[in-house]
C-alpha cells in the first residue's frame, strides 16, 4: 500500500479539485435529478457558469500563462467562502484564536488554495463534466453532484457544497467520491494544532506554500508537455531550474537536446543535465552514465548506475543488469543481472519485463520457468510493447505455457505489426488463412479494443 504524507494528499486532493473546477471541462448537462426550488437552481447557476468561465479563460491560449493563473485564481475566489471553509478546518479552536492570527491563517490559507487551482491552469486534457443531481439539504446548503470523467484515468463523483450567504450561493465544501475535503483537512492539521497552535499551522502553510507553487507548477508542466504545448511548458521548467529544481533542470536539459519548445541546443542541454546531476538528480545520473559508456568509460559508467539504481530508478536497474550480462564494466553475472532486472520490470518497466521473460525462458540467472516466462511478457505486451506482442502470437499459437488460442495469436500478431515488428504481419496472413471468418472478425475486434495499460509513473 502507498502511503501519503500530509503535503502530498493536500496535493492530490487540490489537483482533483482543480480539474472539476474548470481546467478544459465540457459540460453536460444530463438527466439531472433537482430538487426544491430557487436556492437549488442558484447553486447549480453557479458550478455552472464556473465550469463555463474557467473554459473560456483557458481557451485563451494567445495570452501568457501568468496572466491566464491570475484570472483564473481570481474568478475561482469570488465563488468560495474561505472564511467558513477555515471555521470547518481549524474547528473548536477558532473562536479563541486573536484576530490578527485568523486574519493571517486565512490569507495563507486562501492563497493555498488559489495558488494550486492557478498554477494548474494548463495541466488537464479535455475532461466530460456531468451534473448528476441537485438537492437541498437544511435551511441553507445544497448539494450538486457531478461525474467527472477524464481521459485515461478513473471517473471522479464530485459534490459541491454550497451555501446561501447574504443571497449568494458560495462554496463551503468538496466531497470526493464522498470524502469531504475539509474535513480531511482538519484532520490533517489536528496534530500541528493540539501541538504548536495556530502559530505552528500558519508557519506550516509558509513552508508548504513555496514547496506546492514549485510542486503544482511541475506537474502542470508535464501535463502541458503530454498535450504537445511544449513551449508552454519550458517557460514553467525554466522559470522552476532557474530556482533549482532539478526535475525541471533535467527536463529542460531533454527538451533543448530535442529542439522542443526551444531551438535545439547541445551546450544548454549538457549544462542543465549537469546541473540536475550535481543534485544527483537520478535520470541525469543515468544520462552521464550512458555518455561515458559511449565514450568507452565502462567502470564510471557503472558507479553512476549503481547510484541511480539505489533510488529504485528502473532505467539504471535495467541497464545495470544488460551489463551484467554482457560484462561491461563489470564481470559478467548472471544472478546479478537477473536481480536488477527484475527489478526494473517490478517497477512498470515493460522492456525490462520482456527481458525477464526471456531469462525465465532461458534459465539466465534463474530456474527455467515457462509459465512465469509468458506471464511476464503478457504484462510487458498489455503495456503495448511489440517485443514482448511477438512472443505472444507463439504462445498462444503452439500453446506453450498456455492453452492454443488461435483468435488471441491473431490479435496479438495485429498489434505486434503496429508497433513495427516485421515478422508480425506475415503471422497474420497464417492465421487468416487456417481461421474461419467469425474467428479472424473477433481478433480484428480484440486488436481494435486494445488499449494500454501502463505501469508505473
Not at 47 to 68: F, G, Y
Not at 275 to 281: D, M, Q, V
Not at 288 to 313: I, P
Amino acid at each position: 500500500m502507498v502511503r501519503l504524507t500530509i503535503e502530498e494528499r493536500e496535493l492530490t486532493y487540490c489537483r482533483i479539485i482543480v480539474s472539476t473546477l474548470g481546467l478544459c471541462i465540457a459540460l453536460v448537462i444530463g438527466a439531472t435529478e433537482t430538487l426544491a426550488g430557487e436556492r437549488a437552481k442558484r447553486a447549480e447557476s453557479v458550478i455552472v457558469n464556473l465550469s463555463r468561465q474557467a473554459t473560456e479563460i483557458l481557451s485563451q491560449t494567445d495570452k501568457p500563462l501568468n496572466s491566464r493563473e491570475t484570472q483564473l485564481a481570481a474568478t475561482i475566489g469570488r465563488h468560495f467562502h474561505f472564511t467558513l471553509i477555515a471555521e470547518l478546518v481549524v474547528g473548536p479552536k477558532w473562536e479563541g484564536i486573536p484576530q490578527h492570527e485568523r486574519q493571517e491563517f486565512l490569507n495563507l490559507f486562501r492563497d493555498f488554495y488559489l495558488d494550486s487551482y492557478g498554477s494548474q491552469l494548463g495541466g488537464y486534457p479535455d475532461d466530460e463534466f456531468t451534473i448528476l443531481s441537485v438537492q437541498e439539504k437544511g435551511s441553507r446548503d445544497v448539494f450538486v453532484k457531478a461525474r467527472l470523467i477524464r481521459a485515461q484515468r478513473e471517473a471522479v463523483v464530485v459534490d459541491w457544497r454550497l451555501r446561501e450567504v447574504l443571497g449568494r450561493s458560495l462554496i463551503i465544501d468538496i466531497l470526493i467520491n464522498g470524502a469531504s475535503v475539509a474535513f480531511s483537512h482538519r484532520e490533517n492539521f489536528h496534530p500541528v494544532l493540539s501541538n504548536d497552535g495556530i502559530g505552528g499551522l500558519i508557519t506550516l502553510f509558509k513552508i508548504r506554500a513555496e514547496r506546492l507553487k514549485a510542486e503544482t507548477r511541475g506537474f502542470a508542466a508535464g501535463e502541458l508537455f503530454e498535450q504537445g504545448r511544449f513551449a508552454e511548458a519550458v517557460s514553467i521548467w525554466k522559470e522552476l531550474a532557474q530556482n533549482g529544481d532539478p526535475e525541471a533542470q533535467f527536463n529542460l536539459s531533454i527538451m533543448y537536446a530535442e529542439g522542443r519548445g526551444v531551438e535545439p541546443d547541445s551546450s544548454k542541454a549538457e549544462y542543465w543535465n549537469n546541473r540536475a546531476y550535481k543534485s544527483a538528480y537520478p535520470p541525469a545520473l543515468h544520462n552521464k552514465a550512458l555518455t561515458l559508456l559511449a565514450d568507452g568509460e565502462e567502470k564510471a559508467a557503472v558507479t553512476l548506475l549503481e547510484k541511480s539504481a539505489r533510488t529504485n530508478f528502473a532505467p539504471s536497474q535495467y541497464t545495470l543488469g544488460k551489463l551484467y550480462s554482457y560484462a561491461l564494466g563489470v564481470a559478467e553475472n548472471p544472478a546479478r543481472s537477473f536481480e536488477f532486472i527484475r527489478l526494473a520490470a517490478e517497477s512498470g518497466m515493460a522492456e525490462a519485463q520482456y527481458n525477464l521473460g526471456k531469462n525465465y525462458r532461458d534459465g539466465y540467472g534463474t530456474e527455467v520457468d515457462i509459465a512465469e516466462s509468458f506471464s511476464w511478457f503478457e504484462r510487458a505486451a498489455k503495456q503495448g510493447y511489440g517485443k514482448a506482442q511477438a512472443k505472444l502470437v507463439t504462445r498462444h499459437g503452439n500453446g506453450e505455457g498456455v492453452p492454443r488460442d488461435d483468435i488471441e495469436a491473431l490479435k496479438w500478431a495485429i498489434l505486434a505489426a503496429k508497433e513495427g515488428i516485421s515478422e508480425a504481419a506475415e503471422w497474420q496472413k497464417i492465421y487468416q488463412s487456417r481461421m474461419t471468418k467469425a474467428d479472424v472478425l473477433r481478433a480484428e475486434q480484440l486488436a481494435k479494443e486494445f488499449k494500454p495499460q501502463r505501469e508505473g509513473p
